[in-house]
């Protein structure tokens, strides 16, 4: 973690997230109205995370950080970032089912399709169906 920052990132930085996503090959895209935030070494971006508004909840969305940088606790210190600007909002994610206990840590917790709001049960079904090994959490 030495000489990295973890902090919200400008709009003038978007343009460098969208190149991470295509570098770490993340198949979704920047949501032009998410809050974004970024891990920075030597001003270059080696992760993210987005919290995406949508009506009566925030999504959380296109977390990523780059394979070298793995497992030395930036994605926990992304979610730090998230947390504080959660406050009490509801928010929802559909992460890969592996990273359930690394979600948890920060209060989400796995909950059934039917409890989800339609749109993330929609996005949640089609990735099921799509084969993907995913699950649907909250946090309040
Ligand atoms: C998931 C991800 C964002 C975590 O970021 P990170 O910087 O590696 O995470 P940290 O070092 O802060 O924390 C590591 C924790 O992540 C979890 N984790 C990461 N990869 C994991 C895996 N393959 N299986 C199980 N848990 C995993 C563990 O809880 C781990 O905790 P531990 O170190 O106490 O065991 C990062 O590994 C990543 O970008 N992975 C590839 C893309 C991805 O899966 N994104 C999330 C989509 S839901």
């Avoid at 919200?8 to 935030?37: H, I, Q, W």
């Avoid at 970024?38 to 080696?46: G, R």
């Avoid at 169906?129 to 946090?139: A, E, F, H, K, P």
Wanted: proline share 5%; glycine share 10%; with cysteine.
């Amino acid at each position: 973690m030495k000489g990295i920052v973890i902090r919200k990132a400008d709009p003038g930085e978007y343009d460098a997230v969208e190149r991470f996503y295509g570098k770490v090959k993340y198949p979704g895209s920047l949501n032009s109205t998410a809050t974004v935030f970024v891990a920075l070494e030597d001003q270059q971006v080696i992760g993210t995370a987005q919290l995406c508004p949508e009506a009566g909840y925030v999504a959380l969305r296109g977390m990523q950080v780059e394979p070298t940088f793995q497992g030395q606790g930036i994605g926990s210190k992304l979610l730090e970032h998230v947390v504080i600007e959660l406050a009490n909002q509801p928010c929802y994610c559909i992460p890969w089912s592996h990273l359930q206990a690394f979600y948890h840590r920060i209060g989400f917790e796995e909950i059934t399709a039917q409890e989800g709001p339609v749109d993330v049960r929609e996005r949640y079904t089609r990735y099921r169906s799509q084969g993907l090994n995913v699950i649907l959490m909250r946090r309040v």
